[in-house]
């Protein structure tokens, strides 16, 4: 007998019989995934075991409305026995009307005598990967079989080459984004110096090309038909969630995991899944993810924790400044106190909030309560400073990790992880050594941690936390707790030092399994470090180590910052790390421009990271038009279909009308010519736009009249340089604001806009002191214009294009009239 729930997006079909189940999209020419068949890894002391291939005595129970944070479930559940009648499972698969999801979990109960170690769950297998699969293979059906009916022959082959995957990687700095067929799954080249580190031990890291790892979730889709099919976990609260991908054929592959990490199960105990989780979507809907992310939301209750923080935080960071080349924290209390100082002398051009004192204050990573020669008085009188000068302390902490020359890994041995040998775990290389990690199931071991976090906070003064390293709580050894998985006990001990913060500290995670923070954070690192260089590099040494996915380097942060740019404001603000502006660094102007491109229009946190009272003010000139920042989650538009996406497309509103940002980037390595294709993006249909330029000031009038593939042609944009292009539809009778040099979305700074007749008034706000101008486009030449009542010099610099001078305070109140009064 078949069992089948469906909404009114898809629909399950379930053969208890042969132990397996489809789903199929209720859209004609959607995708489908026949065959799926689930399967339980576990072991005792003896064997290892394999459930669930079949589904012996499995009895189903009658759907049933079940209340959830996703509102009613439809939800069938099936009871399964295992083999040996050992293990007995439990199945439930739920469907909600609202949402377009199938949720599934998975429950285990240990009915025997001894204890058993859960290995990997399968929460779903379609489709060859392996050949060592035994008995039949499921099929991923991501093109429409009708298309094949069609004549359109050669349309209708469904070709591999278009088959991709978007990976979403372990921790704030893995590499995220899609890979197409051809390609290999990207790694680190360092080893065990650095897959502790970046990569989960549970996730797959296939060589063979077309065949990929994801953590959490995953997207696999087709780039001809735009079907793709989201498949992963609503929480990481039991296990940490792995996709494996197999796209080299025309026959896809996929398993969703869960890992078991060899937790122990003893008679008489069970346990549960998170809910996995799958979507058919269409690749170029307006928030492709947004339906899981928001979901993801839901199961963590986002929406009924206090909401901390509205606006995208905006600081100084100590790091990028005040590190060594082989990332070694060498900054004094007197660096803190001299950018402090700068801080708040050009606070009315650049109101920055937050002051962070990163890593380089501790007497060594793990010994949080000593500190090094550069801060004879600790942290705490300085977060009395800056809190004293009006802004927010923050301050950087690594409390899961631990550096073996410690006090700490002395004096407490048995609070380190070990692994099998007894040896304290392998956290990667960092400072200049294999560090390693707390075991968190200790409870003094996780009290130490959440005491370091609890007296930063409430004891020293520090209103902002970077929690970094959280990666360290999740990695594999020997647990104290044996029942527990890494996911588990990576959860608990964010748990904890939330509770340790306080609900008002404002938390960043960094270095941290994504997934485990959603609702414990209020913003989250969701890329690489930045650096001084465009390419990563170590000691000066590039050629090793320029291809390293998720090593620090410009490149590496701008590339996470946009193929996660959908998490943004879904599950916390993203962090995309500091914007370098100084001239010392490696990186080119344009580089500097591409980075504070993305950094805008990406919506997330801004913090600097220079000595401030050495920096030109043309350089803050960049800092200052960024602020106030836009926070707003951009479109990606090819976000499926380019490894770096480089089209973003931002809509914007204000007194003068709406308008849209489009960026587009040359990722190349050298200098290319690159025009804007308007169709490419969402624009209103219009006979005319008026477009401006933001980094070198073009405007552009585009007509799509004769040629319905309006274009604006950019010329020559340098190696890793973009355009940022404000565009308006024209009108040519009216007057219309064009943009300026005063704010990045060259239109946020317009407070108020009248026209009457034939003249107009309006007011410009920005933070500070300002000086610039702005650009107009005007039926007639004006008469007078006036700031503030006085008259203010102005240009005409075009076709019916003039621009303003202007140089203000806080508040400036254009006014001008043209043609006959
Ligand atoms: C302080 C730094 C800064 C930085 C954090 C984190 O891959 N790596 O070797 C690697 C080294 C350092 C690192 C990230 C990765 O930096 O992201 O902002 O706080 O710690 O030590």
């Known amino acids: 007998m078949i069992h089948t729930i469906e909404n009114s997006a898809l629909q399950v079909n379930i053969s208890p019989q042969l132990g397996r189940w489809n789903v199929q999209s209720h859209l004609r020419n959607g995708p489908s995934i026949d065959g799926i068949q689930l399967r339980v890894n576990y072991r005792d002391s003896f064997t290892h075991y394999q459930a669930l291939n079949s589904w012996p005595a499995a009895s189903v129970s009658r759907p049933e409305s079940v209340p959830s944070p996703h509102g009613p479930l439809q939800q069938l559940t099936i009871h399964i026995g295992s083999d040996k009648d050992a293990l007995r499972f439990i199945l439930r698969f739920a469907l909600s009307k609202e949402y377009p999801l199938l949720l599934w979990k998975l429950q285990i109960e240990n009915r025997g005598g001894r204890t058993v170690q859960i290995d990997q769950i399968e929460m779903l297998t379609a489709g060859f990967i392996y050949r060592q699969f035994p008995g039949m293979y499921g099929k991923v059906n991501l093109s429409p079989k009708s298309l094949k009916s069609t004549n359109e022959r050669s349309r209708s082959a469904p070709s591999f080459q278009d088959i991709a995957l978007f990976s979403n990687g372990w921790q704030s700095w893995s590499y995220t984004g899609v890979y197409s067929s051809q390609e290999r799954y990207r790694q680190t080249r360092l080893g065990l110096l650095r897959t502790p580190m970046t990569a989960n031990p549970g996730t797959p890291r296939p060589r063979r090309r077309g065949l990929f790892g994801s953590d959490m979730f995953a997207v696999l889709g087709d780039r001809k038909s735009r079907n793709a099919i989201l498949l992963g976990f609503l929480s990481q609260q039991q296990h940490f969630g792995s996709v494996e991908a197999w796209t080299g054929s025309s026959l896809p592959a996929l398993r969703v995991i869960a890992n078991g990490d060899g937790a122990r199960l003893e008679p008489g105990k069970s346990m549960v899944t998170d809910w996995a989780c799958l979507q058919f979507l269409h690749i170029d809907a307006v928030d492709p993810l947004g339906e899981y992310l928001e979901a993801v939301a839901r199961e963590h209750r986002l929406a009924a924790l206090a909401q901390r923080l509205k606006d995208s935080p905006v600081g100084w960071c100590s790091w990028y400044q005040f590190s060594t080349e082989d ?133 020293w003064g520090f209103s902002y936390l970077k929690l970094d390293f959280l990666y360290a709580g999740a990695l594999p050894g020997r647990f104290q707790d044996t029942s527990k998985t890494r996911a588990q006990v990576l959860r608990d001990g964010l748990e904890s030092l939330r509770l340790a913060a306080g609900e008002e500290t404002i938390l960043l995670g960094c270095g941290c399994p994504l997934g485990s923070a959603i609702g414990l954070v209020d913003a989250m690192r969701i890329g690489a470090d930045t650096a001084r260089r465009w390419l990563p590099s170590y000691k000066g040494i590039q050629t090793f180590f320029q291809s390293e996915p998720d090593f620090p380097s410009a490149r590496n942060a701008s590339h996470n910052a946009l193929t996660r740019a959908a998490l943004h404001q879904h599950w916390w603000i993203n962090d995309p790390d500091c914007l370098l502006l100084r001239p010392q660094t490696e990186l080119t102007s344009e580089e500097i421009q591409t980075q504070a491109t993305v950094v805008a229009l990406t919506g997330g946190s801004f913090f600097l990271s220079d000595h ?86 073009g405007t552009f009038h585009v007509s799509s009249q004769e040629d319905s593939s309006a274009r604006i042609e950019l010329g020559t944009i340098p190696a890793h340089g973009c355009a940022l292009l404000a565009v308006r539809t024209f009108q040519s009778h009216r007057p ?27 007011r410009l706000e920005r933070p500070g002191q300002s000086q610039g101008y702005i650009d107009l486009s005007l039926p007639q030449t004006p008469r007078v214009v006036s700031l503030n009542q006085q008259a203010t010099s102005w240009e005409s610099v075009g076709e019916r294009l003039f621009r303003i001078y202007v140089n203000f305070d806080r508040h400036a109140l254009i006014e001008l009239d043209w043609g006959m009064p």
Not at 373 to 401: C, R, T, Y
Not at 447 to 456: E, F
Not at 633 to 657: C, I, K, N, Y
Request: with cysteine; proline share 7%.
């Open 736 to 762: 219309q604001y064009v943009g300026g040099n005063l704010h990045i979305s060259q239109g946020l700074e317009v407070a108020t806009w009248e026209q009457a007749g034939n003249g107009l008034a309006f």
């Open 327 to 459: 990332y070694v924290g060498a900054v004094t209390a007197q660096d803190i106190q001299e950018n402090l100082k700068s801080i708040t002398a050009i606070r009315s051009g650049l109101p920055l909030d937050i002051l962070q004192i990163d890593d380089g204050f501790e007497g060594q990573i793990a010994d949080w309560f000593a500190f090094s020669p550069g801060f004879q008085h600790g942290v705490a009188p300085l977060a009395n400073e800056i809190n004293q000068a009006g802004l927010s302390p923050g301050l950087w902490l690594a409390p899961f990790i631990v550096n073996p020359k410690s006090r700490l890994a002395r004096d407490h041995p048995n609070w380190l992880l070990r692994g099998r040998l007894g040896r304290p775990v392998n956290a990667g290389f960092n400072w200049g050594v294999f560090a390693t990690a707390l075991d968190l199931t200790n409870p003094e071991a996780l009290g130490y941690a959440a005491d370091v976090v609890r007296v930063a906070a409430q004891e």
């Open 612 to 697: 401030l009272p050495d920096l030109p003010p043309e350089r803050l000139r960049i800092a200052e038009v960024l602020l106030p920042l836009i926070g707003k989650r951009p479109f990606v538009l090819d976000w499926f279909d380019s490894s770096t996406p480089a089209h973003l497309q931002l809509d914007l509103e204000s007194a003068v009308g709406h308008w849209h940002l489009l960026a587009v980037f040359n990722w190349a390595d050298e200098a290319c010519q690159k025009s804007v294709q308007l169709n490419d993006f969402y624009l209103e249909a219009s006979p005319e736009y008026l477009a401006r330029e933001f980094w070198s000031g």
